[in-house]
């Protein structure tokens, strides 16, 4: 048998069963639509009644029902203190707290050692500008005795400009750079716990989202079929963000403290320098011909009997310590 006559059998075979599925399954359609318009359709109860009658019908239902009220998981609050537990916040909740008590720590304490009076007393300023402006001259013994009547930070530093006296104008000055440094970094030094906490706290709250959100993405992963990821997965990230936000309420406080007291040290270190700078022309008039020791009581420096704590002599008869 010639192959291109079976192949033209069925083509035309393929092309009749197309056509004729073509016009019945329309035919069918449209039969089956015009028994439906044949059956009558009854009319609707509501139809039926007048409207007066169904007017009163329904006032006589009295006021609908209010639909019920879905419960509002917002209106509930947020209850930061349990999310600020170890056991919500994550371990690195500890570290946090521990910077939280470092900060309130040492900024009562900077509070109180930064006060005018242990830095740059204002009797102690007033008594240098009364002996630097007063009739009979500077007078480095004089001024010696006002520093060790107020002892502080700049009584420190002008202690060490007097006890140079005598000395060049270069002595001087290096003297008052060495000690100024001295009372700078003991007075800086308690600032710097809180320059670590403002860095590390934030730190220690990024890495404690961090965790969170690795386990909160892990447990949603591992999931049932059916379950629900979304608020599964929401309720993590937002516990994982406590620990950011404990952080950050460690932190700030911290910058601004640690920024206000450095600016106080500095403030108060400008009006010494301004002192300083009204001593030092001076003490350099004394240059060779003063000299203020340190002798402590009941010494006796050149056969003289001194019974003060801390005596001064002239340059010539006094043994100086430094």
């Keep these: 048998m010639d192959i291109r006559h079976v192949t033209g059998l069925g083509v035309l075979r393929f092309a009749v069963f197309v056509l ?14 015009r028994e439906e318009s ?25 006021p609908l029902a209010p639909p019920e009220q879905i419960p509002d998981k917002a209106d509930q609050g947020i209850d930061l203190l349990r999310m600020a537990s170890p056991q919500v916040g994550g371990i690195f909740m500890y570290p946090i707290y521990g910077f939280s008590f470092v900060v309130v720590l040492f900024g009562i304490e900077r509070a109180i050692g930064l006060r005018r009076r242990r830095v740059t007393p204002r009797k102690l ?24 009547q107020y002892p502080s930070a700049a009584a420190t530093v002008l202690r060490a400009a007097l006890l140079k006296t005598g000395r060049p104008l270069v002595d001087l000055e290096h003297a008052v750079t060495k000690a100024s440094e001295r009372e700078a970094a003991r007075l800086y030094s308690n600032i710097r716990p809180l320059n670590l906490s403002a860095t590390v706290a934030p730190l220690l709250g990024l890495i404690g989202t961090v965790q969170g959100m690795i386990i909160a993405f892990y447990r949603t992963a591992y999931l049932p079929d059916g379950a629900n990821k979304a608020q599964a997965l929401a309720e993590g990230v937002y516990i994982a ?12 406080p911290a910058v601004c403290l640690a920024h206000f007291f450095e600016g106080k040290i500095q403030r108060l270190f400008r009006q010494l320098d301004e002192l300083i700078a009204d001593l ?25 009997q001194h019974d003060g704590k801390e005596s001064e002599l002239p340059h010539k008869t006094a043994a100086t310590s430094e």
């Design 20 to 33: 004729a599925a073509g016009l019945l399954v329309p035919a069918a359609v449209m039969a089956e639509a």
């Design 280 to 304: 030092l022309p001076a003490l350099a008039r004394y240059e060779g011909k003063l000299r203020v020791s340190r002798a402590p009581a009941g010494s006796q420096a050149d056969g003289g």
């Design 241 to 252: 963000l406590v620990t950011t936000f404990a952080g950050l309420c460690v932190a700030i």
């Design 38 to 62: 044949r059956e009558p359709k009854a009319p609707a109860a509501d139809a039926q009644q007048p409207p007066d009658e169904r007017f009163e019908a329904a006032m006589a239902q009295g």
């Design 125 to 148: 300023v007033a008594g240098f500008h009364e002996l630097l402006e007063g009739q009979r001259g500077f007078d480095p013994r004089k001024a010696y005795r006002v520093c060790g």
